[in-house]
């Protein structure tokens, strides 16, 4: 990554960022893209949340719709962790994996095994031509652990 070197030059990265992949450049687009650059694994209404305060006017369903339309053009990627809201990333150039908090919901990136999809070999692949493996470990983070083990009441 180079340095930031000023506010425009970042603007200008994102416009091109959206038009390498074949999206029309809108300014609630190019603030999707920003806030997601700087929340990896995000979900639609923290997206939203965010992009509201820079562009407003920007409707949630128009930050889903930004989002879908980024990962069909393989902009982004979408994860969706079971029990939770999907969560979009801009990270789409590996296999990698997560490793989410069942706690507090923090996600954190893993590196693929392999570093090629897929990472895992199916025992048996029943004939198909396997393309993807995505893994989610579920745990517990540190910053949850140390708060169970303060919360947990000492012996008398
Ligand atoms: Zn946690
Ligand atoms: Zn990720």
Redesign the pocket.
Known sequence: MPPHTHADAHAVDTAARLRAAGLRVTDSRRAVVEALGER??ASAEELFAVVAQTVPGTSLQSVYNALGDFVDAGLA?R?EPAGRPGLF?L?VDDN?H?LICSSCGA?E?VDCVVGAAPCLTPSDAHGYAVQVAEVTFWGVCPACSADRAAAVPAAS
Do not use: M, Q, S
């Open positions: 990896p694994h990627r994860i990333e990270r990698h997560h996600v990136d």
